[in-house]
Nanobody
C-alpha cells in the first residue's frame, strides 16, 4: 500500500485543520492506520490510530478531545481532524499503515512507530499567529 498525506499548512492557535491520508494499491479497510508527528529536535510520536476491522480508535493524551481520526473506506482515505490547535502541535505529520488480521482490533501499542510497515511522506503543520 502507498500512502499520501496532505492537508498541512499554517493555522492560527485555536483554529482547525484536516489532514488526509489517501491510500493506493490496497484497500485501507484491511489496515490499521496511525498518525504520527515529529517536531524539530524531538522524537516521532504517535498521536492517533484507527482499526480497519471495528473502527476502534486510540489517541495520545495531549490531543484527546481536540483531534479526531476517521476513515472513509469508499474514498480509501483516513482523516485527522485537528481542532483547537496549539503552537505545540507544530510538526511534520505522517500517516502509517500495517495490515490487520481479520477478527483483531488495536491497542495502545499501535501508537508506536515500530508497529507500522508502511509510511507516507510528511505534511507540515505550523500553528502560529
Amino acid at each position: 500500500v502507498q500512502l499520501q498525506a496532505s492537508g498541512g499548512g499554517l493555522v492560527q492557535p485555536g483554529g482547525s485543520l484536516r489532514l488526509s491520508c489517501a491510500a493506493s494499491g490496497s484497500s485501507l479497510d484491511s489496515y490499521i492506520i496511525g498518525w504520527f508527528r515529529q517536531a524539530p529536535g524531538k522524537e516521532r510520536e504517535g498521536i492517533s490510530c484507527i482499526s480497519g476491522t471495528d473502527g476502534n480508535t486510540y489517541y495520545r493524551w495531549s490531543v484527546k478531545g481536540r483531534f479526531t481520526i476517521s476513515r472513509d473506506n469508499a474514498k480509501n482515505t483516513v482523516y485527522l481532524q485537528m481542532n483547537s490547535v496549539k503552537p505545540e502541535d507544530t510538526a511534520v505529520y505522517y500517516c502509517a499503515a500495517v495490515r490487520q488480521a481479520a477478527g483483531t482490533s488495536i491497542s495502545r501499542d499501535h501508537l508506536t512507530s515500530a508497529a507500522y510497515d508502511y509510511w507516507g511522506q510528511g505534511t507540515q503543520v505550523t500553528v502560529s499567529s
